[in-house]
Structures are given as C-alpha cells and as structure tokens.
C-alpha cells in the first residue's frame, strides 16, 4: 500500500485527500499541516506548507511514495525541484514553470509570443510611466501586481483616483513587495475555470467550474478567495471547450515545453468568454479553490494512478473518467472576511446534513470543530442538475450552526 504526502490545508487539500482515500492503493495518508477537518482522513503533521527541508525531511524519513502539493507557495518555493533532487517523486510543477502562476508578466509574455488569446498589456516598474499610461487609457483599467499576493493582486479601478491609489500602493508603498504591474485591457463576459492535468506536452481535461469571487449574493462586496463553485456551466458550449482546449491549455502546454520548464502538474486556466471569443484571466500553477472541491468529487478514476503517473512523467495507463453529475458546493466564511474577523466559534452540524463537508479553516474543539480561518467550511452537494444541486446544497448550509458565519444563497445563479 502507498503512503502519500500532501502539502497544504485548506478545502483544496481536502477535496485532495479524500479523493486519494477512495484510492484502494493508498494506504496511508500524511497532510502538512492539514487542519481539523482533514485530520479525520489523514494524519496531519505541523510543518508549514512553505517548509521544504521540513517536507523533505519528513518524506524521506517516512517513506513517502508520493508527494501532491497543494498550493503555490510551496512551487514557488521550489519544493519540486528539491524533492526530485532528491530522488523522490511529487506532484506539481518546477519553480520554473510555475512562473506562469507566480509572474504575472511572464504569463504574460508567453501568452503573446504563441498566440494564446488574452487581453492586450503592458507592464511598469515605474509609478509614473504606469500612471500616465492609465491615464491615456480608457477605464475600467486593469492593474496586476507581477508576483504572489494572495489573491489580492488584481486592482480594476473605476477612474483616474482609483488607479492612482493602486498603483502608489503596489509600486510606491510596496504592500506586496518590490515589484512590477501589468496593466490590461478590460475584458467582459461570464468568467470559467478549466483545470487540467498537465504532463509535458500532454494535457488532460477537467470537468470545467465556476467561482464565485465576491462575497455577497447578486456578486456584490469584496473580492474573496472565493465563496463556492459548480459544474457544468450551461453558458460553455461544446465548441468552447475544444477552442480552449487546443487553442489556450494545449498551447500553453506546448510553449512551456519549448522555452525548457515543461509543466508537470495542473493548469488551471481562469477564462473569460467575451464577444471576442475565449480569453485567458489568469493561470494558476495548481488547483484552484473553491473548484476543486465541486470537480475532484466527480472523478471516477483512481487519482493516484493520475498523480503518480504524472510525477514519474508517464501517460496514466487508463483515460481519466468522470461522472456527468451536476455539483454544487457553497462556502460558510467567518463574517468580516475578506477583511479582519474573529477566530474560535463552535460550529455544530446536524446531523442529518447530507453534503459532503470539505473544511476550509476550522480546529479541532474537543470532539467539534471551530472556526480557524476566514474560508472556514464548504458543503457540496450532487444533483441531477445545477438547480437541484443548488436547493440541496443551500439545505446543508442551513444545518451548519455558528454565531460567526455567512454564505451565499446564490451559487450557480446563471443557471435558472
Ligand atoms: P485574477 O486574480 O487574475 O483572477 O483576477 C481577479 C478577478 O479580476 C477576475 O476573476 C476577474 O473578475 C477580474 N479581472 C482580471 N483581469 C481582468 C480583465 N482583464 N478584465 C476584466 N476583469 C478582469
Ligand atoms: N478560484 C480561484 C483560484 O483558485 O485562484
């Protein structure tokens, strides 16, 4: 039987470890650092997902078949590139491809040098060459810091004193460090996430899902991390997804094994379908969160032949399989967040709840759990469709007790 590390521990995680327990190879699974929720799949063990001699360490100490990294903090790290050093196998990308997640201008770059479709952009390091250039523009104006900050990178400023205030704060004040900004066209239309498993040049599509970013119903407030997901998207056609196949993550695929850093984990692509056609937001170097538990949740084939295979670069032996259910997962977050919120509430759940519960950021409160974190609980629900996923998914959230948390009631509102 196998024994599997995985880094990080929030939902994400979860939805990871659970899939890797319907495994019948998988014996024994270790999550650093985990949290309460996982704790009861795997043996969480407190080394920080960013601590890679820590991991290293552990892995070769505990025999460690497999290694599947979680966040992208610990690719940037370059965790990747330590363990195969070390003769060890683990799931995700080189430092040096995962800088289509961890550089923004780099993504970029390599989106315009092969033709993938994205918005049009220019990038500054100098705070008054990006004003005026913002200025000159038309606004809404989209403002990128070129590096990792939390999900918190992505300015789209109204007017002129909103950009102002960006871009003093990103390339005059520092907030995430010293860095450059990418300024970007401003696109519309439905937003999507594609997920694939990425082998070099060989990509293996995900069931697609959608994030909901802001934190209120009607998609008002804050941008979060995000505050739930689902799958399918009836807004995608058939011909969408063969355009974004071929034309953004096979090529993206492809460029990567060109410029010498092959991609060797997940792709997950964050689109746009505009008038124009479909265009890249983003890409992240991973799993995306709240996505990822609504999708590995219809997976029908062994994940760790997937994740091994991948690791060893290999072609899993069997094609992926994946179940045409409808899934909908909503997020209870501590009330305040995205901002500064209280920790330490309990949370009761009936125990008729039929969901199926991912935590995000809860610990352990003798035999319950209580709030950890700002993300703190997903419940995720199948139904034959979006609309019946959705009423199920919003009954579970109903018998999940806490004085300090807020969900949305809306997932999934563009289907009727
Ligand atoms: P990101 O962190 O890159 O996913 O950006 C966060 C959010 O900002 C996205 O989910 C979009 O809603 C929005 N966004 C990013 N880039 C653009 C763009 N070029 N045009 C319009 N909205 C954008
Ligand atoms: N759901 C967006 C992300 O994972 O970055």
């Avoid at 659970?18 to 024994?28: C, F, T």
């Avoid at 102002?164 to 004040?173: R, T």
């Avoid at 265009?279 to 590995?296: M, S, Y």
């Amino acid at each position: 039987m196998k024994k599997v590390l995985v880094v990080g521990g929030g939902g994400r995680c979860h939805a990871i470890v659970d899939a890797l327990s319907r495994s019948p190879q998988v014996g024994k699974i270790y999550c650093a650092p985990g949290n309460a929720g996982i704790a009861k799949q795997a043996e969480c063990i407190p080394i920080k997902d960013s601590d890679v001699e820590a991991l290293l360490a552990f892995a070769k100490e505990h025999d460690i078949n497999l290694t599947v990294v979680g966040p992208e903090v610990a690719l940037a790290a370059g965790i990747a590139d330590r363990f195969r050093a070390n003769g060890l196998s683990i799931f995700g990308h080189t430092k040096a491809a995962a800088r289509i997640e961890t550089s923004k201008e780099f993504a970029k770059e390599i989106m315009i040098k092969y033709g993938v479709p994205t918005a049009a952009y220019r990038s500054f390091s100098d705070y008054n060459e990006a004003l005026d250039y913002v200025n000159a523009g038309s606004f809404p104006a989209v403002l990128k810091y070129d590096g990792l900050a939390a999900g918190k990178g992505v300015i789209i400023a109204q007017n002129r004193e909103e950009a102002e205030e960006a871009l003093k704060d990103m390339l005059l004040d520092d907030r995430f460090g010293k860095g450059k900004v990418v300024v970007e066209d401003y696109l519309e239309g439905p937003e999507f996430s594609f997920m694939c498993f990425v082998n070099g040049n060989r990509v293996y599509p995900m069931p697609l899902a959608q994030d909901h970013k802001r934190a209120f119903d009607g998609d008002k407030g804050p941008n979060t991390g995000g505050m739930g997901a689902y799958s399918p998207l009836p807004f995608i056609t058939e011909e969408d997804i063969h355009f974004t196949l071929k034309e953004v993550l096979q090529k993206t695929a492809d460029a990567m094994v060109s410029e010498g850093c092959p991609l060797s984990g997940v792709l997950y692509g964050g689109l746009m379908k505009t008038k124009g056609g479909v265009k890249v937001i983003e890409f992240n170097a991973r799993f995306g969160d709240p996505e990822t538990e609504v999708v590995l949740p219809l997976m029908q084939s062994d994940i760790y032949d997937i994740f091994s295979a991948i690791a060893e670069g290999n072609e899993p032996e069997n094609p992926l399989e994946w179940s045409n259910d409808a899934i909908l997962g909503i997020v209870l977050a501590s009330k305040g967040y995205p901002g500064s919120y209280d920790k330490g509430f309990p949370i009761v759940i009936d125990s008729d709840i039929d969901a199926h519960i991912y935590h995000m950021g809860t610990a352990a409160d003798g035999a319950g759990y209580k709030t950890a974190g700002g993300r703190v609980m997903m419940v995720v629900c199948k139904g034959a469709d979006v609309v019946e996923a959705r009423a199920k998914a919003n009954i579970a959230a109903g018998k999940v007790h806490c004085d300090n948390l807020f969900h949305r009631s809306d997932i999934g509102w563009q289907v009727k």
